[in-house]
């Protein structure tokens, strides 16, 4: 591609994603021009604190007057593009005209490529991991050498082998909270390579998961020992119907049932005319199962979204009282709740009837199609914004 690029004779300096990100994390001024088409931008951006994101497409300056898109230019400003490669041309082009600009290095795949985790919990010791991008959310949990993950993603199966033998345990179990609409799921990959045993609820897998026979399956009440700990199961339908919750000590893993910020959309199995009864079942399941747990129960969910807010040890984890507290619907009666979250869901996942299917077995991936697929936001929760 770069060869088809007129020529602009200057050197761009390169941005790594992790130091963008620690650079939004501290909340310094940040300046992005991206230079994707509007559609990619409205869907899927950068946002954070004290950062200013200005969407000018790459053809534009190709096709369009430079001086007088510099002047829509924010000033120093870190140019990304899908891969990287536009931008870097782009970001020339603006040195050349006076505007000192750098370049993300990979773009947003590189951006997709940041998986951070954060000590949660010491004993048993409970890690989150945490893909910025997308805002999917991984757990480890590892007691006397033996560790189990949660919700794990498919483009990260070597990191988790690698932060369980860090930490001197061999992954025993690895568990799905449900089938997953918005990321490929690393259940298969990492329990094939780690021999370790995949888990999911009996409900999960009646969705039509074609590899069922290598699954060991669960329901309600059932525990799984790890270590000296147990892994409890709670079946939390409403999200979808195989929604499952799991608990190890006074942490709940509720998946996309119950975030930070929100509760869950309804809408993902059975599309908009199952979401009012999808909608019930996430009431009784919130009030039957979750709500009634301690109020220091830490809440550790699968998703968080750009409206979350970081808490206690960089993790976006909050305590049941807290969340009753501040999270208005949650003291709504069931009608109320299911008028309310039905109301005003966000567009659906990208590609989500696509990865369901990879997900459950009746589709196949290449590692490079299964990352395209997953690239945006989530949007599993039933609202854009927080409703603590």
Same mark, same amino acid.
């Given at each position: !591609?770069?060869?088809?690029?007129?020529?602009?004779?200057?050197?761009?300096?390169?941005?790594?994603?992790?130091?963008?990100?620690?650079?939004?994390?501290?909340?310094?001024?940040?300046?992005?021009?991206?230079?994707?088409?509007?559609?990619?931008?409205?869907?899927?951006?950068?946002?954070?604190?004290?950062?200013?994101?200005?969407?000018?497409?790459?053809?534009?300056?190709?096709?369009?007057?430079?001086?007088?898109?510099?002047?829509?230019?924010?000033?120093?400003?870190?140019?990304?593009?899908?891969?990287?490669?536009?931008?870097?041309?782009?970001?020339?082009?603006?040195?050349?005209?006076?505007?000192?600009?750098?370049?993300?290095?990979?773009?947003?795949?590189?951006?997709? =490529?940041?998986?951070?985790?954060?000590?949660?919990?010491?004993?048993?010791?409970?890690?989150?991991?945490?893909?910025?991008?997308?805002?999917?959310?991984?757990?480890?949990?590892?007691?006397? =050498?033996?560790?189990?993950?949660?919700?794990?993603?498919?483009?990260?199966?070597?990191?988790?082998?690698?932060?369980?033998?860090?930490?001197?345990?061999?992954?025993?179990?690895?568990?799905?909270?449900?089938?997953?609409?918005?990321?490929?799921?690393?259940?298969?990959?990492?329990?094939?390579?780690?021999?370790?045993?995949?888990? !999911?609820?009996?409900?999960?897998?009646?969705?039509?998961?074609?590899?069922?026979?290598?699954?060991?399956?669960?329901?309600?009440?059932?525990?799984?020992?790890?270590?000296?700990?147990?892994?409890?199961?709670?079946?939390?339908? =409403?999200?979808?119907?195989?929604?499952?919750?799991?608990?190890?000590?006074?942490?709940?893993?509720?998946?996309?049932?119950?975030?930070?910020?929100?509760?869950?959309?309804?809408?993902?199995?059975?599309?908009?005319? =199952?979401?009012?009864?999808?909608?019930?079942?996430?009431?009784?399941?919130?009030?039957?199962?979750?709500?009634?747990?301690?109020?220091?129960?830490?809440?550790?969910?699968?998703?968080?979204?750009?409206?979350?807010?970081?808490?206690?040890?960089?993790?976006?984890?909050?305590?049941?009282?807290?969340?009753?507290?501040? !999270?208005?619907?949650?003291?709504?009666? /069931?009608?109320?709740?299911?008028?309310?979250?039905?109301?005003?869901?966000?567009?659906?996942?990208?590609?989500?009837?696509?990865?369901?299917?990879?997900?459950?077995?009746? /589709?196949?991936?290449?590692?490079?199609?299964?990352?395209?697929?997953?690239?945006?936001?989530?949007?599993?929760?039933?609202?854009?914004?927080? !409703?603590?």
């Amino acid at each position: !591609m770069k060869s088809d690029l007129p020529d602009t004779d200057q050197d761009v300096e390169s941005v790594k994603p992790r130091q963008l990100k620690r650079r939004i994390d501290s909340r310094d001024k940040t300046a992005i021009l991206d230079v994707r088409n509007r559609n990619d931008f409205e869907q899927w951006r950068l946002e954070g604190e004290n950062l200013e994101a200005v969407n000018i497409p790459y053809f534009e300056f190709l096709d369009g007057e430079i001086e007088e898109l510099v002047e829509k230019v924010p000033e120093n400003p870190v140019v990304l593009c899908a891969k990287g490669e536009s931008s870097e041309y782009i970001a020339a082009l603006l040195k050349q005209n006076g505007i000192d600009a750098k370049h993300l290095e990979d773009g947003m795949y590189g951006w997709a =490529g940041i998986y951070e985790k954060h000590r949660i919990n010491e004993e048993p010791l409970i890690f989150q991991y945490q893909r910025p991008s997308s805002g999917c959310l991984g757990y480890m949990v590892i007691s006397e =050498g033996q560790a189990a993950v949660i919700d794990p993603l498919r483009a990260f199966t070597e990191r988790y082998s690698q932060d369980a033998e860090k930490h001197g345990a061999q992954i025993k179990y690895v568990l799905d909270t449900h089938v997953h609409a918005d990321h490929i799921s690393g259940l298969r990959e990492l329990a094939e390579n780690t021999d370790a045993e995949p888990v !999911m609820s009996e409900k999960a897998v009646e969705r039509g998961v074609t590899y069922s026979n290598k699954l060991e399956t669960v329901q309600d009440g059932d525990r799984l020992a790890i270590g000296e700990t147990e892994i409890e199961v709670i079946e939390t339908p =409403g999200h979808t119907t195989g929604m499952t919750s799991y608990k190890v000590g006074n942490v709940v893993f509720t998946g996309d049932g119950l975030f930070t910020e929100s509760v869950a959309r309804p809408d993902l199995e059975e599309g908009e005319a =199952g979401a009012e009864k999808a909608a019930k079942l996430l009431y009784n399941s919130l009030h039957d199962k979750i709500l009634g747990l301690e109020d220091q129960t830490v809440v550790a969910p699968a998703h968080f979204s750009a409206a979350a807010e970081v808490g206690e040890n960089n993790a976006y984890i909050r305590e049941l009282g807290d969340l009753k507290h501040s !999270m208005e619907a949650l003291g709504m009666e /069931k009608q109320e709740f299911v008028r309310f979250v039905v109301s005003d869901m966000p567009p659906r996942p990208a590609n989500y009837e696509e990865i369901i299917e990879t997900n459950l077995g009746v /589709k196949q991936q290449s590692d490079e199609q299964a990352f395209e697929l997953e690239l945006g936001p989530n949007n599993c929760a039933a609202s854009k914004d927080s !409703m603590t």
